[in-house]
Every structure is written in structure tokens, then in C-alpha cells.
């Protein structure tokens, strides 16, 4: 169970960023005994692929603040976040500290499997919802919107180590925010379709 919640709520936060999660399990598991990775993932925690994900970490962090570099950032996330959410799924959940059951380390595919669709759902509401934040603050609201999320994912991968049992109240948090956004965005495509029959039916 504590596995489960642990890499759901670091999936849902490499949805928002794809490489707090990995810093800051790599890190743990390199610098603490607080996550031991199992041997086939234990690359995780070494030197070049901590520093990788540090140089993209800061580059994910600038680019996402920028109005309209923003978008094509999500756009090349699209297939990172889910897969990072996959990953670190399977690598916290088959953590000996973690959870102590094999089940979870004889099956990293669940893991992964779940990883990605959670990765990928919360990634997707971020991204669907940036152009409402861009079109309705002319762009002002961009890096506001964008340090709260990563501030949201530094918290929820937290939560999910140390306090995983919070995690359901975080999913449902989430849950009910990307609802909210898809009603928002609906309306938002609504009154955009009818600003645009309008102009186009007005006398020349």
C-alpha cells in the first residue's frame, strides 16, 4: 500500500515536473538511507545521471516561465513527464525502505504502467491549461503559474516519501483542480467559438 501511494504521488509530481522527483529520489538514495533503489535501477542515483537531470531540471524550470516558450515546452514534455512518472514509479515502489514486499519489485511493470497514466494526466491538465493562464494575464501570469507548480511538485514528492498516506489526499486534490481547469477551458473554447461567429458575421 505505502508503495503504491509513494510512487503515485511522485508520478503525479513528475507530471508537473518531469525531474524533481528524480533529483530528489536520486539524491535520498545517493546521500541517505532513506530510499535504497533496487540494483536494476541503482543508475538512478549516479553521478552523470544526477547531473543530467540537474542541467535539464534548471533548463525545465527557466523555459516553463517563459510565455509562449512555455508551450513548446510542454509540447516536448508530452513524452517526457509520462515516462519520467513510469520510471520513478517503478523505481520508488521497489524501494526496500519503502514497502517491504517483493511483489512490487517482482512486478515493475505495474508500476510503470501506472506511472505513465498518472504522469500523463496530471501533465496534460498543465498543459491544456497554460494558454487560459497566457490568453487571460497577457502572459504576465506564466512564471506565477509556473513556480506554483513547481513548488506543487517539490511538496507532493515529499509528501510522498515521508507522509505517503497524505498522498490520496493529494490525488484527490488534484483530481477535483484538473476538473476545475477542463470545465474552465471548455467555457474558455465556448466563448472563443461564439467571439469568433460574431466577428464573422458583422457587416462589413
Given amino acids: 500500500m505505502l508503495a503504491a501511494l509513494t510512487g503515485s504521488g511522485l508520478s503525479a509530481a513528475s507530471g508537473l515536473n518531469a525531474f524533481i522527483p528524480f533529483v530528489l529520489v536520486a539524491m535520498l538514495d545517493r546521500f541517505t ?13 549516479s553521478w552523470w545521471a544526477i547531473g543530467i537531470a540537474m ?22 514534455q508530452t513524452a517526457v513527464r ?6 520513478i514509479f517503478a523505481a520508488s ?28 494526466t496530471v501533465h496534460t491538465g498543465k498543459a491544456l491549461s497554460r494558454p487560459l493562464v497566457n490568453a487571460g494575464t497577457a502572459g504576465i501570469g506564466a512564471p506565477f503559474v509556473s ?12 509528501v510522498a516519501i515521508f507522509i505517503p498516506i497524505l498522498v490520496i489526499g493529494v490525488l484527490l486534490i488534484l483530481a477535483v483542480v484538473l476538473f476545475r481547469l477542463y470545465r474552465l477551458r471548455q467555457r474558455w473554447l465556448r466563448r472563443r467559438a461564439t467571439t469568433a461567429e460574431a466577428a464573422g458575421a458583422a457587416p462589413a
Avoid at 519503502?98 to 500523463?120: K, T
Fill in 33 to 45: 538511507t532513506l530510499i535504497d533503489l533496487p540494483p536494476s535501477l541503482s543508475w538512478i542515483s
Fill in 55 to 76: 542541467v535539464l531540471l534548471v533548463a525545465d524550470v527557466v523555459l516553463d516561465k517563459v510565455p509562449g516558450v512555455d508551450h513548446v515546452s510542454d509540447v516536448v
Fill in 147 to 158: 513556480a506554483a507548480e513547481d513548488l506543487a511538485s517539490v511538496g507532493t514528492s515529499l
Fill in 93 to 120: 515502489s521497489g524501494a526496500g525502505q519503502i514497502e517491504q514486499s517483493a511483489w512490487w519489485r517482482d512486478h515493475p511493470w505495474v508500476g510503470v504502467v501506472a506511472g505513465i497514466a498518472l504522469a500523463g
Fill in 82 to 87: 509520462p515516462a519520467m512518472g513510469g520510471l
